[in-house]
């Protein structure tokens, strides 16, 4: 009977002492991440133009209208297209989410460290038992330091955050100057067209003419020559199309079929040389990059902080109890103090005091930098606004002189050198007239960027990009 009640009691310890390994396992283990297996998808098929449109529209929150294609994509459609859908912003928004992870790993407390051992006897001394010992530590340094490394942590999650959005806008920026350029190359090629079909029959005609004898082989060649030229600057035109083509896809994200539709941008609005003046003044207070500077320099001074906290002696705070070979049970209160006679941290806090200093000339360098671009941006609309003037005050003339050179080369009264080289002229400078509006557009894109000209749904879309790559 004994025997059995000492059978009963052993083992009652034995499932008591299993049970509360269990249960301190599954504490430990309750807040741990499981390991999933993600392989990576073996091709992707990038969606048409119509299917990301039909896309966009169904997130109403996004969209601050339907787009269609049928009317038209305006420079604002395909932007908002950009936002939604670009691959570079969903591979920076997955950056985005790193930098977030790493600063919130950076403000969490450090751990406790629990330690335990065991000691046999070797010998066999009377009255020997097996001695253990078993305790709990912290580095008190970790609570000193801890608050400058939140701010720290609290700076990078808002430097990330800003270097996003900067990114969201220099995407929609590209979209709009992607489709600004395949606007006028588009316009160009159409002028080219006509001119090349109009080419192709005067060199039709010289030839018959020549071999029946009523035109001399020099009309003939330089109508011929005309021609090539013509064909040369439609293919070069072609390939322009083809590039800007294929960017603004790869940009969007969509299949390379797919073609714009852009409607008229007529003329682009230009900012006042007060606004310009007024939103210079505040662009340190405005710009999402030069902003995200500052959050980084915020972060390094959180930093140098806490390298100075750290330079002093670190403090381990520990308790442990014990039992030796002999039966006897002790308590016990362990300090730990580093001694700082060689370290001291003084590398680590010439690191945050350097790169403090590096941070600071970044900071200065960018915004003396973004009052250049701005002010070379204005000089390079009033040089092409000059220019834009000059052509159109003289191109009608020149058109109505064309027009009477024509009637004088087709009754025989002008040679047609003199004739080609007016016709030439007349054609480049319609060409360079359409350069001179896509630079104008492009110079106020940019100026509307640089300056963080934008209405409000604009900004609400691209300040919530985040919300938008987690659907």
Request: proline share 4%; glycine share 4%; with cysteine.
């Amino acid at each position: 009977m004994k025997r059995l009640s000492k059978f009963i009691n052993s083992t009652l310890h034995t499932k008591i002492g299993n049970f509360s390994i269990f249960l301190f396992t599954s504490f430990l283990s309750a807040g741990c991440a499981t390991y999933v297996a993600q392989p990576l998808p073996i091709k992707h098929v990038p969606i048409d133009l119509a299917a990301l449109v039909s896309q966009a529209n169904h997130s109403p929150a996004f969209m601050p209208r339907p787009i269609s294609l049928k009317d038209g994509l305006s420079l604002g459609d395909v932007a908002n297209l950009a936002l939604f859908n670009s691959p570079i912003l969903k591979v920076d928004y997955e950056q985005y989410r790193v930098a977030q992870a790493s600063a919130d790993n950076l403000a969490l407390l450090p751990d406790p460290q629990l330690f335990a051992s065991i000691d046999n006897p070797l010998s066999n001394s009377p009255g020997a038992v097996n001695a253990w010992s078993t305790g709990i530590g912290y580095d008190l340094n970790a609570l000193i330091t801890h608050q400058s490394i939140v701010d720290v942590s609290d700076n990078q999650r808002n430097q990330a955050k800003l270097e996003l959005l900067w990114q969201a806008w220099q995407v929609t920026l590209q979209a709009k100057l992607l489709s600004v350029d395949l606007y006028y190359t588009q316009k160009k090629l159409s002028l080219a067209t006509d001119m090349i079909g109009m080419y192709e029959q005067r060199y039709q005609q010289s030839k018959n003419g020549m071999i029946e004898g009523n035109v001399t082989l020099e009309t003939n060649a330089t109508d011929l020559s005309v021609l090539l030229d013509a064909y040369s600057q439609t293919s070069i035109l072609q390939q322009q199309y083809n590039q800007y083509s294929h960017q603004l896809q790869k940009l969007l994200g969509i299949d390379t079929s797919s073609q714009f539709p852009l409607i008229d941008l007529g003329e682009p609005q230009e900012m006042s040389a007060s606004a310009i003046t007024s939103r210079l003044l505040s662009i340190d207070k405005v710009r999402p990059d030069l902003l995200a500077l500052r959050a980084g320099y915020a972060a390094q001074e959180a930093n140098l902080r806490a390298a100075i906290l750290a330079q002093f002696p670190a403090f381990n705070l520990g308790i442990s109890t014990s039992k030796d070979t002999g039966g006897l049970r002790t308590n016990g209160f362990n300090i730990g103090i580093t001694l700082p006679l060689f370290n001291g941290n003084k590398g680590n806090i010439l690191i945050a005091q350097t790169s403090r200093t590096q941070l600071e000339e970044e900071y200065r360098t960018r915004l003396q930098q973004a009052y250049t671009d701005v002010n070379e941006l204005i000089q390079l609309n009033s040089i092409i606004s000059i220019q834009q003037a000059r052509f159109n005050k003289h191109l009608p003339t020149m058109e109505d002189l064309l027009a009477n050179a024509k009637k004088a080369y087709s009754q025989g009264d002008l040679a047609s050198l003199s004739f080609i080289s007016a016709e030439s002229t007349w054609f480049a400078k319609k060409l360079e007239l359409l350069d001179l509006q896509r630079n104008k557009w492009r110079t106020q894109l940019s100026l509307s960027l640089l300056l963080m000209r934008s209405d409000e749904t604009s900004n609400k879309q691209a300040t919530h990009i985040n919300v938008l790559y987690q659907r």
